[in-house]
C-alpha cells in the first residue's frame, strides 16, 4: 500500500471498530441507573478557585477521572491529556514532553499554567514545566481538570492560555499500603509505594509516597538511561466537618534527564533537585495556602562544552474568601503575595529578586435558575511592568435540563520570566579568514541579553460553549473559540562586525562579523481560531467510548523582517489543523477490561533556525498511534495486571524535527513501545 494513504486506511479501521458500538449503542436497552452515564454531575474546583458543579463553572472544563488514567495504561502525565480535544502534546526526548493548549507548542512551552493540589509547578526561571519531575507517580493522581481558555483574571500572568489541574488522591482514598511496578521497552522501570492511614475518629490521616523512575532514549543509539527518584508526604487534620488543615512536602531528584531548548545550545542533560513545603487550610468559605519551592538544575550541553547551574527559590501564599451577599449571588475575592528569588549563576551577572503582588474579584449572579452571568478582574503588581488588569465576563444560560450553553470573554497576559528579564551569557568561538587574506583566527562573540522593559504577552478570547445530555447513553459537547493575541517575546538579533584595519592592517571594515547580539522584544501578533467536539457513549453497562475532533487555523503577522515570518503576511504556525481522537473501553463480568485509545494529529511545519539564525520549516507527516491495554483485576481491585501497547501499529513518527541545519538537533523517534504493570493494594 502506497505510505502516503497508511495513516488513512488505519483511521478508517479504527473508525469501523467504533462505528458499530456507537450504533448499538442507540438502542433502547434497559440500563441499571447507577450504571447511566453522566447521572452524577462533576464537581469541580478549577474554573473560580472554589468546589461548584461543572454546570455552574464560569467557563468549560474537561475532567480526567481517575479511571481513565487507570485504564489508559499511560506512564506520563502528556501522554494522558492527548485524549483531551484542543491539547497539543510533542514528545521531543523520552524525558521531554511539551504541552500546549490550543497551540503554542514549542520546545520550551511556557503559556498554560500547571497546577498540582493548589500549587504552581512550573518553574519561574523560564517559565516551562517539566512534566516528570511532579513529587508524585501517576498512581497518585485523582483527576485532572482542564480549562483551555485564558484564566488571568483568576489566576494571573501564567494562566495564558489555560490551566491544568492534577489532584492527587486523599489519604482516606488510598488507605493502606499500595505498591505498583512498571516494566517494559527501552529499560522501562517504575516501582512506587504508597502508605495511607486514618485514626480511628477519621480527624487525623496521612500519606506517605515514594517511587522510583528510569528509561532509556527512544533512539536505538542511545544508551544513556534517566532516572528520577520522588519522595512526598501529607498528614491532614479536620477539627470539624468542613475545616482541612493540611501540611505536605516532597523531594524529586532527577538525573540525565535528556532537554532540547533551540538550535543555539542544542541537547543538553539535566541533573535535577526540587523541593516544597505547603500548607493550607480550608473552611469551604475561606482558604489559605501558602508553599516554598526550591529548584536546582544542573545543565551539561555538549554543544556548547560547558556546564551551567542557577537556584531558583520562590514562595506564594495566598487567602480566598467566598459570601453570598444576597441569595442568589456568589462572590470570591482573593489576594497573594510571590517572592522568588534567582541567585547569580553563569546565565545570569547578579542575583534577582520579584515580590509580586495580586487581587482578584469574582461575583456570579443567577439571574434566573436558567439564566447565570460571572463577572471578575484580577490586578496584578509587577516589578519590572508594573499594573495589570485581568477582567473576565460570562453567560450560562440553560434552555432545559439537557442543554448547557457558555459564552465567555477574557484577557489574560504572561509576564516575563527571569531568563528573558534578566538572562546574560556570552559565549566565544574563532572563525579564520578565507583566502587570500591573513590566515587569522578572528574572535566571534555570542551574547544574548534579557530585557528588563518588556510589555506582558497579550490574549483576549472569545469563546462559546454547548453541552448536551443527549440521552441516557449519549452526552455531547462543542466548544468554539477565537482568540487575539499581541506583544509576543521574540529573539531580536544585531550583527557587529569589525571596523577597518581593526584585524590588520588595511582590512575592510563591516564584512567580518564580530558579535552576534540577541535579546527579547515585543513583536508580532496573531489570532486563531476554531473549536472541538466530543461524543460520549454508554453502549452496554460495561462499555463506554469516545471521540473528538479539534481543529485550530493559527495565524502569525510578522512586523519586521527580521521576524521568524516574512514582513507583513499572514502566514500559518507550527499547530496542526486537525486532531481526531477516540477511546473504546470493555469491562468483562470475569474482571478483564479492555482499553483502546487512538491518536491521529494532521501534518505540519515545525521551525528549526539556521547557524545564521534564519528559520527554516521542516514538514512533519501525520500519523496515527493505537495504544491498547488489557487488565485484569482481583478481589475488589486490590489486585490488578495490566498489559499495554503504545503505538500499537508502530509507524515511527516524529513530534518534533529529528534532523535540522544543525547536528545538534535532538529529537527522538517515537516507535511501539510495550509496559507491563502489577498492582497491589494491602
Known amino acids: 500500500m502506497n505510505p502516503k494513504y497508511n495513516n488513512l486506511y488505519r483511521l478508517c479501521v479504527l473508525m469501523f471498530i467504533f462505528i458499530p458500538c ?18 452524577e454531575i462533576p464537581i469541580v474546583i478549577t474554573a473560580s478557585k472554589k468546589v461548584q458543579p461543572i454546570t455552574e463553572a464560569p467557563t468549560t472544563i474537561t475532567v480526567i477521572s481517575s479511571d481513565d488514567i487507570r485504564y489508559s495504561g499511560a506512564i ?54 517539566f512534566w516528570d519531575m511532579f513529587p508524585v507517580g501517576i498512581d497518585e493522581i485523582d483527576r485532572i481538570e482542564i480549562v483551555k481558555s485564558p484564566a488571568s483574571s483568576i489566576y494571573g500572568a501564567n494562566a495564558f492560555s489555560g490551566v491544568i489541574n492534577v489532584i492527587t488522591k486523599t489519604p482516606e482514598q488510598l488507605d493502606g499500603v499500595t505498591m505498583q511496578f512498571t516494566g517494559g521497552s527501552y529499560d522501562l522501570a517504575i516501582a512506587s509505594i504508597i502508605q495511607a492511614g486514618l485514626s480511628k475518629d477519621r480527624k487525623f490521616s496521612y500519606k506517605v509516597s515514594g517511587g522510583y523512575d528510569q528509561i532509556e532514549g527512544l533512539n536505538n543509539n542511545e544508551n544513556q538511561i534517566s532516572k528520577i527518584i520522588r519522595f512526598n508526604a501529607k ?37 535535577y533537585v526540587s523541593d516544597y513545603l505547603q500548607f493550607d487550610f480550608d473552611t469551604g468559605k475561606l482558604q489559605f495556602h501558602t508553599f516554598y519551592k526550591y529548584e536546582n538544575p544542573i545543565v551539561e550541553w555538549p554543544f556548547l562544552d560547558q556546564n551551567q547551574t542557577w537556584k531558583i527559590s520562590t514562595f506564594n501564599a495566598e487567602l480566598i474568601h467566598s459570601f453570598q451577599p444576597i441569595k442568589n449571588q456568589n462572590v470570591t475575592w482573593g489576594v497573594n503575595y510571590r517572592h522568588n528569588r534567582l ?47 485581568s477582567p473576565r465576563g460570562n453567560m450560562i444560560y440553560m434552555p432545559s435540563k439537557k442543554h448547557i450553553l457558555k459564552f465567555s470573554v477574557s484577557q489574560a497576559y504572561r509576564n516575563p520570566s ?60 462543542l466548544n468554539l473559540f477565537y482568540n487575539r493575541y499581541s506583544r509576543f517575546f521574540q529573539f531580536s538579533r544585531e550583527i557587529l562586525y569589525y571596523f577597518a584595519d581593526e584585524l590588520f592592517p588595511g582590512s575592510p571594515g563591516g564584512i567580518f562579523p564580530k558579535a552576534f547580539i540577541s535579546s527579547y522584544v515585543n513583536r508580532d501578533s496573531a489570532s486563531s481560531a ?33 521576524s521568524h515570518h516574512p514582513k507583513n503576511i499572514n502566514v500559518e504556525t507550527e499547530t496542526p489543523k486537525n486532531k481526531i481522537n477516540a477511546g473504546l473501553r470493555f469491562l468483562f463480568k470475569n474482571h478483564l477490561s479492555l482499553n483502546i485509545l487512538g491518536h491521529w494529529v494532521d501534518k505540519t511545519l515545525k521551525m528549526v533556525k539556521d547557524p545564521e539564525g534564519k528559520p527554516v520549516y521542516i514538514p512533519l507527516n501525520d500519523y496515527l498511534t493505537v ?55 494491602l
Open 418 to 477: 527571569f531568563i528573558e528579564s534578566y538572562i546574560y551569557y556570552e559565549h566565544r568561538v574563532s572563525y579564520i579568514l578565507p583566502n587570500p587574506l591573513p590566515p587569522i583566527e578572528v574572535p566571534l562573540d555570542f551574547v544574548t541579553t534579557g530585557n528588563p522593559n518588556l510589555e506582558p504577552e497579550s490574549i483576549i478570547s472569545y469563546e462559546f460553549g454547548w453541552h448536551s445530555k443527549w440521552s441516557k447513553r449519549i452526552s455531547l459537547d
Open 343 to 389: 541567585e547569580k549563576s553563569p546565565l545570569m551577572k547578579s542575583s534577582h529578586e520579584q515580590n509580586l503582588w495580586a487581587l482578584f474579584l469574582e461575583d456570579q449572579i443567577k439571574i434566573t435558575p436558567r439564566f447565570h452571568l460571572t463577572f471578575g478582574v484580577r490586578y496584578d503588581d509587577h516589578p519590572l511592568v508594573k499594573n495589570k488588569f
Open 235 to 271: 498528614a491532614v487534620y479536620k477539627p470539624g466537618e468542613n475545616t482541612t488543615i493540611a501540611f505536605s512536602g516532597g523531594r524529586t531528584h532527577s538525573k540525565d534527564r535528556k532537554i532540547y531548548t533551540g538550535e543555539s545550545i542544542g541537547t543538553g542533560r539535566m541533573d
Open 627 to 681: 495504544d491498547a491495554r488489557i487488565g485484569y483485576s482481583a478481589r475488589n481491585d486490590k489486585y490488578e495486571i495490566g498489559l499495554t501497547c503504545f503505538n500499537l501499529f508502530n509507524p515511527g513518527y516524529y513530534e518534533f524535527p529529528f534532523y535540522g541545519v544543525l547536528s545538534n538537533t535532538g529529537s527522538e523517534g517515537i516507535g511501539r513501545r510495550i509496559a507491563l504493570t502489577l498492582k497491589m493494594h
Open 22 to 39: 456507537i450504533v448499538e449503542g442507540t438502542n433502547p436497552v434497559k440500563v441499571e441507573k447507577e450504571k447511566l452515564l453522566f447521572d
Open 530 to 562: 476554531g473549536g472541538d467536539i466530543q461524543a460520549d457513549f454508554l453502549i452496554g453497562k460495561r462499555i463506554f467510548a469516545f471521540i473528538n475532533y479539534a481543529y485550530q487555523k493559527f495565524q502569525y503577522k510578522a512586523e519586521d523582517p527580521f
Open 76 to 129: 506520563t502525565i502528556p501522554d494522558i491529556l492527548r485524549m483531551v480535544a484542543g491539547i497539543d502534546v510533542m514528545t521531543i526526548s523520552s524525558r521531554d514532553q511539551q504541552v500546549g493548549v490550543r497551540g503554542f507548542i514549542t520546545p520550551v512551552n511556557n503559556k498554560v499554567l500547571v497546577l498540582m493540589d493548589e500549587r504552581t509547578v512550573y518553574t519561574d526561571f523560564n517559565g516551562s514545566v
